[in-house]
């Protein structure tokens, strides 16, 4: 499959129609990992994901907006040395209006460090706020970066002051049983509604050119259904669709987690190619009911001389069984609101 094909497959299946009799995957089914090896769960934010052992998740966090990292292995004299330079490296910095970028430190404990400083060389409206937390037991640094507006900056001391209070230690195999919001290495004792967010790429072990992504957000305004937004072919992609065959398409409720699904396989000489998406819309403005989205893709990996690898499924039966695996142990983690 070529580098255009490879492009198309991925577009079409964005805008496919329905190209087969649409399919209901209910509640109950079994579910399997084909021969990807048992689940391990995992928590990512406020939900829980089981995984084939061995695979590896790259995320990405956001609480309150703001994005949120974690370090291991930083010492005290470590964790003193990475605030000082920070701070001398932002006085160093030119700001237009007051001559240097940095405005002010705020300690609200030995380890809980407020930095504030302007959020560009010429901004007179706009501060970045940079929380800088250690947990020293488990010698994990916490970071969190996010824009403030300068007027209310006493407001946003507080919210950081709060947020600092509310960091746990957390092992990352650990499923917490508080109310609170998984990261790496730790978790976000709070509950409160915030605009708090995952996005994640996963790696199945054994399974070459097959990567996840799975996003959580909480949502103002929930989006149309996804099988309402694909309800059309765009003019000249006609050949390509016909080069792909709907392996499913329909709603999937996730026990009482909402969603619709587009399971498409895709087949160029000789190779095979699969993407599948499903997306739950959510509710407004609801910690328990963000907007939640699982894709499958084998189409994003090139081989080494830029062709898309074939699939690492025997047949379709096995890609169906690593899916429904994946997708049907997501589930709102006890007690995290």
Request: charged share 25%.
């Amino acid at each position: 499959m070529n580098h255009v094909h490879r492009w198309t497959v991925a577009l079409v299946f964005a805008l496919l129609s329905s190209m087969a009799a649409a399919a209901i995957q209910k509640e109950g089914d079994v579910m399997k990992y084909g021969n990807s090896g048992q689940p391990v769960m995992h928590c990512l934010g406020r939900h829980l994901l089981d995984l084939p052992t061995g695979s590896t998740v790259d995320a990405t966090f956001k609480v309150g907006g703001a994005k949120i990292s974690t370090r291991r292995g930083i010492s005290r004299e470590e964790f003193g040395d990475l605030r000082a330079g920070r701070e001398a490296s932002l006085m160093a910095q030119p700001h237009t209006p007051t001559g240097q970028r940095f405005v002010d430190r705020r300690e609200f404990s030995d380890d809980r460090v407020l930095i504030t400083s302007w959020l560009s060389p010429n901004s007179t409206r706009m501060y970045l706020t940079e929380l800088y937390a250690l947990l020293p037991e488990s010698q994990v640094l916490v970071v969190v970066e996010g824009e403030s507006s300068a007027k209310l900056h006493d407001k946003t001391l507080q919210y950081f002051s709060s947020l600092a209070q509310s960091l746990r230690d957390r092992v990352p195999a650990e499923i917490p049983s508080v109310p609170g919001f998984c990261i790496d290495s730790v978790l976000v004792a709070r509950s409160a509604l915030n605009q708090e967010e995952v996005s994640a790429t996963i790696r199945v072990p054994g399974r070459p050119g097959l990567m996840l992504s799975y996003t959580a957000y909480v949502t103002g305004k929930p989006d149309v259904d996804l099988l309402q937004r694909v309800s059309g072919v765009p003019p000249g992609y006609e050949g390509a669709v016909a080069a792909m065959k709907t392996l499913r398409r329909g709603e999937r409720h996730i026990g009482p987690i909402r969603g619709q699904e587009l399971l498409v396989r895709g087949d160029s000489d000789g190779t095979r190619s699969y993407e599948f998406l499903w997306e739950s819309q959510g509710q407004r403005a609801s910690i328990e009911h963000p907007f939640l989205s699982l894709r499958m893709s084998t189409t994003d990996e090139s081989g080494p001389d830029g062709e898309t690898m074939e699939a690492p499924f025997v047949d379709d039966k096995e890609a169906l069984e690593v899916w429904d695996g994946i997708l049907g142990s997501l589930r709102l983690r006890p007690r995290a609101i």
